[in-house]
């Protein structure tokens, strides 16, 4: 491995969640100057939500950069080699580089990983390639490997990727900042000073439990409050709606004014080139929906205008196994003429605040291990009666949405019936 390169000079960025953003390495800082992380700036960190906190304007660049900040603050606790600090520092500023417009609303449509191709960017011919490639012809793959949770040092993908890792950290008390709640704040300064390596797993000393307890109470409190708002979810169908609609009306061999030639990859058979991909950003998509707003056809326009303009669809509680009363809506939907495939739907988001360790399960948690005064490892939740409260309880929520402007009296009497 060649021997990292100092800057003349650290770099430093402000921010205002961590108030500094303190640059060494040269490869750090080629990284950030190169255009697959610059296109960071252009796909928003939280999506639709800013149609519920208009603050929400913020980026996955001052994401990956707050990322890679707390991150250099763990390293510097840990007696690790260059090495492994250059593979935490690189790993935690690219995690995120692979995030496609609108993120997850894009991926449920097209059927996209933004791991799966933050590892293709990183290991695929990018600037991002050559820059890591430069540390050692190896260090691509190493950089990747964490990203896919599959490198040999657990400790190090645990700093990138577990329960309390620098990205939640960074999401929660950046995503608390721009949308302008308290529910994301927690000590953070507490919870570095505490860390601690036992058997190559990060750990928290005991005396920072409550610390942790904030923690975790923040994220519960952030999904329902902020990540899981029903109004962000109603914008996040509108745009799943276009998609959906400008793909059917390709398939159909529908006119487009314009033809959305960057889209049409996405639309044909998904084999997306690397390129193509990384063209992709929320400028594009958002002057498509732009121009779509002007289209003949009624569904793809009307939807578009909702979105563009905030005039979202209305929203209720739904039993989910109320088939009843979905079959009767659908029915009365094709009655009056309202297609209900793009005008009704069903959401269900669901989160699971913290889990202890489950073996072969789906999705395996590392547990979050406190070092008790005799040395002795506690999982968290058998010393936190908070935490053991809510761990392992995934909740629900459960609503329908629908355009309360477009349906007539009958299906409201329906609908206020329930």
């Known amino acids: ?45 939280l999506g639709t939500s800013l149609y519920t906190f208009h603050g929400a304007e913020h980026s996955r660049f001052n994401h990956s950069l707050g990322v890679y900040e707390i991150m250099r603050r763990m390293v510097t606790k840990f007696d690790l080699s260059i090495d492994e600090v250059l593979l935490c520092l690189c790993s935690a500023l690219l ?28 290991e695929g011919n990018t600037e991002i390639n050559r820059v890591l490639t430069e540390i050692s012809p190896d260090f691509p793959k190493k950089v990747s490997e964490v990203i896919g949770k599959t490198y040999p040092n ?19 008390l950046r995503d608390a900042y721009y949308t302008g709640v308290n529910y994301g704040n927690f000590d953070i300064e507490r919870i570095l000073r505490l860390m601690r390596i036992v058997d190559e797993q990060v750990v928290i000393k005991y005396s920072g439990m409550h610390a942790v307890e904030d923690y975790i109470l ?47 990859p996405f639309f044909k058979d998904g084999k997306i080139s690397l390129r193509q991909y990384l063209d992709f950003d929320e ?51 094709y009655k009056e003429g309202i297609d209900p495939r793009y005008y009704l739907e069903f959401d269900s988001p669901s989160d ?50 629908y355009p309360e402007d477009m349906v007539s009296d009958e299906i409201r009497k329906r609908i206020g019936g329930k």
């Open 218 to 264: 923040s994220r519960y409190q952030m999904y329902w409050q902020v990540y899981f708002h029903p109004v962000t979810r109603s914008a996040e169908v509108i745009l799943r709606k276009i998609f959906n609609r400008a793909k059917e009306l390709y398939h159909e061999d529908y006119t487009f004014r314009i033809f959305p030639e960057p889209m049409l």
């Open 352 to 401: 699971l605040p913290y889990d202890f360790y489950r073996t072969g399960e789906e999705e395996e948690r590392m547990p979050i291990l406190l070092l008790m005064p005799n040395g002795d490892l506690e999982e968290l939740s058998r010393k936190s009666d908070i935490v053991q409260a809510i761990s392992g309880k995934r909740r629900f929520d459960h609503k329908l949405y």
């Open 154 to 172: 657990k400790m190090v993908v645990s700093l990138v990727t577990s329960q309390i890792d620098a990205d939640r950290m960074d999401y929660l």
């Open 283 to 333: 400028a594009t998509v958002l002057y498509y929906i732009q121009e779509w707003c002007r289209e003949k056809d009624r569904i793809l326009s009307d939807l578009c205008k909702r979105f563009l303009h905030r005039r979202l669809f209305k929203y209720i509680e739904y039993d989910p196994n109320d088939y009843r009363m979905w079959s009767d809506l659908e029915a009365l939907f």
């Open 1 to 45: 491995m060649t021997a990292p390169i100092l800057l003349e000079e650290e770099k430093v960025f402000k921010d205002p969640v961590h108030k500094y953003v303190h640059v060494r390495y040269k490869v750090i800082w080629d990284l950030i100057n190169t255009p697959e992380f610059q296109r960071l700036r252009r796909i928003r960190q």
């Open 95 to 122: 995690h995120d580089v692979g995030h496609g417009p609108f993120s997850h609303s894009f991926e449920k449509v097209f059927k996209t990983d933004h791991e799966v191709w933050t590892q293709k960017i990183i």
